[in-house]
């Protein structure tokens, strides 16, 4: 289960968290555009991930934004230590997700915002820069897609489901082997349009089913919060409805419970 609230949290203090994450989203996508589409030169991380000056240059503006406004607030991100820990409301950052796509020119990459409670997600955000498409949610507050309320599908058979994932060799190569090939095999289609991508289509009806087998807290801060409130699930590979859970696996709901059968089978 994921973590319950220990303080109350308004209507009020979730919309202003919301609407601060979304400009602070737009405003590091920005960034990021400056260096889209050229040669952008990245280092390898400490798990051999690449890393780029806009990442960087990216979650350093979120970082600076939370601080002027929010300086008791804790901030977990990719790039940078954590700062303020422990402190009630904590920002989980990923400037740039789809890093290796960005470099090349491709527009699936994301800037993802995630907002927790007292350890429980109440706000997500998923900002595409190049595509032009932002998916925002707040606890009680529904889910929405450029603005518009959006929901997931209604399919009810995994054989008529679109699954995805981000890379179909990395998840053969994982415990869920077996239990994707049959998934993949079952579906009406599958297809790697990956990364945060995948969950913003499911999230956003044009998918059905997205399967992450490796998932840091930063890859998934704000999908607990949107599939949720677009009538999905959001789970760990082991079912557990967190964000911390080393996996991700969004579907429409209905298909849940028989896409993590079938994984775990």
């Not at 997700?97 to 927790?116: A, K």
Request: charged share 25%.
């Amino acid at each position: 289960m994921t973590s319950e609230l220990k303080t109350p949290v308004s209507g009020e203090e979730i919309r202003a968290l919301l609407g601060s994450a979304e400009e602070f989203a737009k405003l590091a996508g920005e960034v990021t555009l400056r260096y889209f589409g050229g040669t952008v030169d990245a280092t390898a991380k400490g798990d051999g991930t690449p890393v780029t000056i806009a990442d960087r240059e990216a979650e350093a503006l979120i970082r600076s934004r939370v601080a002027e406004r929010f300086p008791e607030h804790g901030v977990l991100g990719e790039e940078y230590e954590e700062t303020n820990p422990g402190a009630r409301v904590r920002w989980i950052l990923d400037p740039i997700d789809g890093t290796r796509s960005f470099m090349r020119g491709v527009p699936l990459y994301g800037v993802l915002i995630g907002v927790e409670v007292d350890g429980a997600p109440v706000v997500g955000i998923a900002h595409f820069p190049a595509l032009g498409e932002t998916v925002a949610a707040g606890l009680g507050e529904g889910c929405r897609w450029n603005g518009e309320p959006c929901r997931v599908s209604s399919v009810s058979e995994v054989e008529e489901a679109l699954v995805l994932t981000t890379d179909e060799e990395r998840v053969r190569g994982l415990p869920p082997s077996e239990g994707w090939v049959r998934l993949s095999r079952r579906a009406d289609f599958s297809r790697t349009w990956g990364d945060c991508y995948g969950h913003v289509l499911v999230a956003t009806g044009r998918a059905d089913i997205m399967v992450d087998p490796i998932f840091s807290s930063w890859d998934a801060g704000p999908f607990l919060t949107i599939l949720n409130e677009a009538g999905g699930r959001f789970t760990s590979l082991e079912g557990e409805a967190t964000i911390h859970g080393g996996s991700g696996i969004s579907t429409n709901g209905v298909l849940h419970e028989r896409v993590l059968n079938e994984l775990n089978g």
